[in-house]
Every structure is written in structure tokens, then in C-alpha cells.
């Protein structure tokens, strides 16, 4: 649209810019307003040419504008902006996939839903809530199946945001009110902010009535003492 | 009488931001005000004036953005923010004191030739 | 918004949220804090440092917690930042023993650490599989750590232990 005369005038002013991320932003800024300029001038019946010479002249000292203009470009502060934008950008990225993956574990497939229902005996739903360090441990379910196969249910997460992510290894010993202990079991996790967690034992006793859940290690304790619906059923037979 | 002038200069920022007060404008419209205000007095060399926009924009007295006007051309307006009006606010009042104190001067000159 | 403040804006921005992600990361700024957030993090601890040793990019950490002694590990990672490396729960002293000790390999490195109860013993001895005699002399506090990285790219692993008295006479011995 503009002619050499124009260019030559706007490369000298943008040469002064050392910022050379600004330099489009300037130049079409300039290009406007020469270019209003020119219409107003063949308004008044100067032909293209002569109107266009005029109008760059009325701008002034290409030389002038362009050292003051730099000034207010600060490379210095126009890079550090740059980078310290491109940083924030990536951490708002990786932020956001950090809470999309956590957000994930809210939607995921509830782990006590898994046990078809024609297995299940009875299930108890329980709501004890413990806190060893910085973690909030909840159990949430006992499932009893048929097969003798109790099966119990928890979620935990770090209390506070600031939180490393760990997983539970351990939740403790699994007994009963009648003495027994049980091992090799199996178990699942799965994470994220909150993790679902599930823990079978294969074989629990039909005698007992209660189910204990007891952790003491390194000076940490508790236990929770679930009663099951097994005792009952044997005091009605 | 025309006098050649720049903007770059301490009244300018008094002039620009009294103008934006009134309605936000591109480059060439505050040009073209200011000529009319000055009854043609001043010759600007306009392409001054970007630097001292920009300057404006830096300190927080204006921001830009990008609208096309009536005409269909995009173009960059500025608008003057609340710090600019309490800038404007100062400079009004420096303003004046220093035309008051120059009148006084006057004034005085032709009163003690009196 | 003028540049100057666009760059207060994007520095907060950083600021808060690489201390969330690095939260998150488990990643600390100073080896204690991940020394710390590790054993907090597992449900051990806190253990009193006994002796920080540095090796390459790792310290590791002699501890005291209770009635337990563990070396914990912390990495540098991404220069400027400690995370928990492994081991950070150790093993129970048991006092009546002369020396208790333990010995694991990992990442081609050899450590073996423990607690000497027998103010007797002056020297510990550990020799390794592939014949390599480790020695130390001065203990921290009452506790030793002897490492070994493996230099011909073959695995070594724990032979024996032997801890020595003033004069030289062996008064204690492992396998």
C-alpha cells in the first residue's frame, strides 16, 4: 500500500528499536497514521505521490523517533518479560495437567464396585478416619463375599496442598476378635490426589465378629475395630 | 506564526493526557486535535508523539488496544487509566501554579516599571 | 498493563506455582527438607542427623530415631532441588549386640552403616566379595558408614565385618 518512500522512512525508525519483538507492533502503528495522513493530504487535492512525501516529512527525524522509541522498548525488560511469560505459561500448563491427572482419580472407577453382587454376603459401610503425619486415611468399606474373601476399602490423601505425593505401602495388621491374624493378601492403589486403595484377605474367619485393623510402627498407632455382621448371623441359626 | 515543535517534552504528558481524558483516540487523532486546539500554531513533527505514548503506556497512565473505529481500519487507541487521571490530576495543579507564578512575575515586572 | 508490572504479574505467577509443583514433586531446596519430607512422608521419624556425607550428587544421611539408626539418601535433582532417594527407614538397634550394621547395594553403589555399641571396638573392617578391604577408623558419634563404588563395573556385595579394639585384636565379627 505504501511506497518506498514510506518504507525506508519506517525501516530507519524500527533500526533504533533493539527490541525486535515490538518492531511489528510499531510499525503498523506508524504505517496508520502515515497513512492517514495521506488521505487527509489528497483531501485537500494533492495527487498520491507528492501527499505521501509530505506526510512522511510531517512525521519528523526518523533518527529522533526511532532513539526515544527504543528507550521505552527496554530490551532488557522486553526479554525478561518474554521469558518470564513463557515460563509462567509453561508452569500454568503443567499445573493444570497435574490437576486434570488428580482430577482423574475423582472419576475413577469405584474399586468396591468390582465385586460382582450375586458374590457379595453383606458389605458395611464405615466412616473412620485416621491421621498418621501429614496423611488423612479413611476407610470407607468391608465387603464379605460368599467365598469367605472379606475385602476392605480406603482412600487417603496428603491433608494441606503441600504435599509430597507417597504411596501407602502399609495399613496395618489385619485381625480378628478371635485371635487370628491374617497375611498374604492382595491389594490395589490407585492415585492422585485422593487414592482409592483396596486390600483382600482371602480367607477371613466366618466366627468372627469383628474385624480389627491395628498399625503401630515407628511410634505411629492406631486401631480401628469394625464389627461385622457374621456374629449375628450365627446368634439367629 | 507556525513554530516547529516536538513532543518529546514535560508538557506534552499534561496535553496528551487532558485530550484522552475527554475519549479515548489513535496517534493520528490526537495529532490532529491538538493542531486544531493550537489553531494550526504548531507544526508537530508527529511521529514524536509514539515515543511519548509509549512512554505513557510504561508508566500505567494509559493503555492500548486494538479496535476498529467507524472507518473499518484497525487501529491502536489509547485510554487513559485511573493512575493517568490522578497523573493528569497533579499536572493540571503544577500546571497552574507555574502560570500563576509566571503571571506574578509579569505582573510585578510591569508593576514596579509603573 | 504496563511491561514492568506484566513481569511482577509472571513472576508471582512462577513463584507460586513452582512452589505448589515442587510440593507436589516431593522436591525440596535443601537436602535436610527432603531428608525431612521423606521420612515424614513413609511415617519415620524425625530422626536426629548424626553425619551428612556427600557422595557425587547424593548425601547421604546417618540418622538416629528412637530406637532405630537408618542412612538415608537425598539426590540432587534439576539442579537446584533435593528429593528423597531411597531407604529412608532403617533398623533397630539392638543393644546388647557389640555392633549392629546393615549393608545395601543400589545404583552401583555399595554402603554399609551401623551403630557400634561396644565402646571397645576402635575399627570396623568390611570386606567385599571381590576381596576389597573397607576401613574406618573415626566414627560419627557411634555410628560408621563405609562406601564402595563399584570400579571395574562388576557388582560387589557384602562379604564380612569386623570391628577391632585398641590393640589391634578383633572383638567382633560378621557374615
Same mark, same amino acid.
Given at each position: 500500500?505504501?511506497s518506498?518512500k514510506?518504507?525506508?522512512?519506517?525501516?530507519?525508525?524500527?533500526?533504533?528499536v533493539?527490541?525486535?519483538f515490538?518492531r511489528?507492533?510499531i510499525?503498523?502503528e506508524?504505517?496508520?497514521?502515515i497513512?492517514?495522513?495521506i488521505?487527509?493530504y489528497?483531501?485537500l487535492?494533492s495527487e498520491?505521490e507528492?501527499?505521501?512525501q509530505?506526510?512522511?516529512?510531517?512525521?519528523?527525524?526518523?533518527r529522533?523517533?526511532g532513539?526515544e522509541?527504543?528507550?521505552q522498548?527496554?530490551?532488557?525488560?522486553?526479554w525478561?518479560?518474554?521469558?518470564?511469560?513463557?515460563i509462567a505459561?509453561?508452569?500454568?500448563?503443567?499445573?493444570?495437567?497435574v490437576i486434570a491427572m488428580?482430577?482423574?482419580?475423582?472419576?475413577?472407577?469405584?474399586?468396591?464396585?468390582?465385586t460382582?453382587?450375586?458374590?457379595i454376603?453383606?458389605?458395611i459401610?464405615?466412616k473412620?478416619?485416621?491421621?498418621?503425619d501429614?496423611?488423612?486415611?479413611?476407610f470407607t468399606k468391608?465387603i464379605?463375599?460368599?467365598?469367605?474373601e472379606?475385602?476392605i476399602?480406603?482412600?487417603y490423601?496428603?491433608?494441606?496442598?503441600?504435599g509430597?505425593?507417597?504411596?501407602?505401602?502399609y495399613i496395618?495388621?489385619i485381625?480378628?476378635d478371635?485371635?487370628?491374624?491374617?497375611?498374604?493378601m492382595?491389594g490395589?492403589q490407585q492415585?492422585g490426589?485422593?487414592?482409592k486403595g483396596?486390600?483382600?484377605?482371602?480367607?477371613f474367619s466366618r466366627?468372627?465378629d469383628?474385624?480389627?485393623?491395628s498399625?503401630?510402627?515407628y511410634?505411629?498407632?492406631y486401631?480401628?475395630?469394625i464389627p461385622?455382621?457374621?456374629?449375628?448371623?450365627?446368634?439367629?441359626? | 506564526m507556525?513554530?516547529?515543535?516536538?513532543?518529546?517534552g514535560g508538557s506534552t504528558v499534561?496535553?496528551l493526557?487532558?485530550?484522552?481524558?475527554?475519549s479515548?483516540?489513535?496517534?493520528y487523532?490526537i495529532?490532529r486535535r491538538?493542531?486544531q486546539?493550537?489553531?494550526n500554531?504548531?507544526?508537530?513533527?508527529?511521529?514524536?508523539?509514539?515515543?511519548v505514548l509509549?512512554?505513557?503506556?510504561?508508566k500505567?497512565?494509559?493503555k492500548?488496544?486494538l479496535?476498529?473505529?467507524?472507518?473499518?481500519?484497525?487501529?491502536?487507541?489509547?485510554?487513559?487509566t485511573?493512575?493517568g487521571?490522578?497523573?493528569?490530576?497533579?499536572?493540571?495543579?503544577k500546571w497552574e501554579r507555574f502560570?500563576?507564578s509566571?503571571?506574578k512575575?509579569?505582573?510585578?515586572?510591569i508593576?514596579?516599571f509603573s | 498493563?504496563?511491561?514492568?508490572?506484566?513481569?511482577?504479574r509472571?513472576?508471582?505467577?512462577?513463584t507460586i506455582l513452582?512452589?505448589f509443583?515442587t510440593?507436589w514433586?516431593?522436591l525440596?531446596?535443601?537436602?535436610?527438607?527432603?531428608?525431612?519430607?521423606s521420612?515424614?512422608g513413609i511415617?519415620?521419624g524425625p530422626?536426629e542427623?548424626?553425619?551428612?556425607?556427600?557422595?557425587?550428587n547424593?548425601?547421604?544421611i546417618?540418622?538416629k530415631? !528412637?530406637?532405630w539408626?537408618?542412612?538415608n539418601t537425598?539426590n540432587r535433582?534439576?539442579?537446584f532441588f533435593?528429593?528423597?532417594?531411597?531407604?529412608?527407614?532403617g533398623f533397630?538397634n539392638e543393644?546388647?549386640?557389640?555392633?549392629?550394621?546393615?549393608?545395601?547395594?543400589s545404583n552401583s553403589i555399595f554402603k554399609?552403616?551401623g551403630?557400634i555399641? !561396644?565402646?571397645?571396638?576402635?575399627?570396623?573392617?568390611v570386606?567385599?566379595?571381590n576381596g576389597k578391604?573397607?576401613?574406618?577408623?573415626?566414627?560419627?558419634d557411634d555410628?560408621?558408614?563405609?562406601?564402595y563404588d563399584?570400579?571395574?563395573?562388576?557388582?560387589t556385595?557384602f !562379604?564380612s565385618?569386623r570391628?577391632? !579394639?585398641?590393640?589391634?585384636?578383633?572383638?567382633f565379627?560378621?557374615?
Amino acid at each position: 500500500m505504501l511506497s518506498p518512500k514510506s518504507e525506508v522512512f519506517l525501516n530507519e525508525v524500527l533500526s533504533y528499536v533493539k527490541f525486535t519483538f515490538d518492531r511489528n507492533d510499531i510499525r503498523k502503528e506508524l504505517e496508520g497514521h502515515i497513512s492517514d495522513k495521506i488521505e487527509y493530504y489528497m483531501e485537500l487535492g494533492s495527487e498520491p505521490e507528492e501527499a505521501e512525501q509530505l506526510s512522511v516529512q510531517d512525521m519528523g527525524d526518523a533518527r529522533e523517533i526511532g532513539i526515544e522509541l527504543n528507550k521505552q522498548h527496554n530490551p532488557v525488560l522486553g526479554w525478561i518479560w518474554r521469558i518470564t511469560g513463557i515460563i509462567a505459561a509453561l508452569l500454568i500448563l503443567l499445573f493444570l495437567f497435574v490437576i486434570a491427572m488428580s482430577m482423574g482419580s475423582f472419576f475413577q472407577k469405584d474399586l468396591s464396585k468390582e465385586t460382582p453382587k450375586a458374590d457379595i454376603l453383606y458389605q458395611i459401610d464405615i466412616k473412620e478416619q485416621i491421621r498418621i503425619d501429614d496423611r488423612i486415611i479413611r476407610f470407607t468399606k468391608v465387603i464379605m463375599e460368599e467365598s469367605g474373601e472379606l475385602s476392605i476399602f480406603y482412600t487417603y490423601h496428603n491433608a494441606g496442598l503441600l504435599g509430597g505425593s507417597w504411596s501407602l505401602g502399609y495399613i496395618g495388621e489385619i485381625l480378628d476378635d478371635q485371635g487370628n491374624k491374617y497375611v498374604a493378601m492382595s491389594g490395589q492403589q490407585q492415585g492422585g490426589i485422593i487414592t482409592k486403595g483396596m486390600l483382600t484377605i482371602p480367607d477371613f474367619s466366618r466366627d468372627a465378629d469383628t474385624l480389627i485393623i491395628s498399625y503401630d510402627s515407628y511410634n505411629r498407632k492406631y486401631r480401628i475395630e469394625i464389627p461385622l455382621e457374621a456374629g449375628e448371623t450365627d446368634e439367629q441359626n | 506564526m507556525e513554530i516547529d515543535k516536538g513532543l518529546i517534552g514535560g508538557s506534552t504528558v499534561l496535553l496528551l493526557l487532558s485530550l484522552l481524558e475527554e475519549s479515548d483516540l489513535y496517534g493520528y487523532e490526537i495529532i490532529r486535535r491538538l493542531e486544531q486546539r493550537s489553531d494550526n500554531t504548531f507544526k508537530f513533527r508527529e511521529g514524536t508523539l509514539y515515543p511519548v505514548l509509549h512512554k505513557l503506556e510504561n508508566k500505567g497512565y494509559v493503555k492500548s488496544y486494538l479496535s476498529k473505529g467507524d472507518t473499518g481500519k484497525e487501529r491502536k487507541y489509547y485510554k487513559i487509566t485511573n493512575h493517568g487521571k490522578k497523573q493528569l490530576a497533579e499536572e493540571k495543579e503544577k500546571w497552574e501554579r507555574f502560570s500563576l507564578s509566571v503571571n506574578k512575575v509579569i505582573g510585578g515586572g510591569i508593576h514596579a516599571f509603573s | 498493563m504496563s511491561r514492568t508490572k506484566k513481569i511482577i504479574r509472571n513472576i508471582f505467577i512462577i513463584t507460586i506455582l513452582s512452589f505448589f509443583i515442587t510440593s507436589w514433586l516431593g522436591l525440596s531446596l535443601t537436602p535436610l527438607a527432603a531428608h525431612k519430607k521423606s521420612e515424614r512422608g513413609i511415617h519415620y521419624g524425625p530422626s536426629e542427623v548424626v553425619h551428612i556425607e556427600d557422595y557425587k550428587n547424593s548425601k547421604f544421611i546417618l540418622g538416629k530415631y !528412637d530406637k532405630w539408626v537408618s542412612c538415608n539418601t537425598v539426590n540432587r535433582v534439576l539442579l537446584f532441588f533435593w528429593a528423597a532417594g531411597s531407604q529412608p527407614i532403617g533398623f533397630e538397634n539392638e543393644k546388647g549386640k557389640a555392633l549392629c550394621y546393615t549393608w545395601l547395594y543400589s545404583n552401583s553403589i555399595f554402603k554399609a552403616y551401623g551403630i557400634i555399641n !561396644d565402646k571397645n571396638i576402635k575399627k570396623i573392617e568390611v570386606t567385599l566379595t571381590n576381596g576389597k578391604i573397607l576401613t574406618q577408623t573415626e566414627f560419627y558419634d557411634d555410628m560408621f558408614l563405609l562406601i564402595y563404588d563399584k570400579e571395574d563395573g562388576k557388582d560387589t556385595y557384602f !562379604d564380612s565385618i569386623r570391628g577391632y !579394639d585398641a590393640e589391634n585384636k578383633m572383638i567382633f565379627e560378621g557374615r
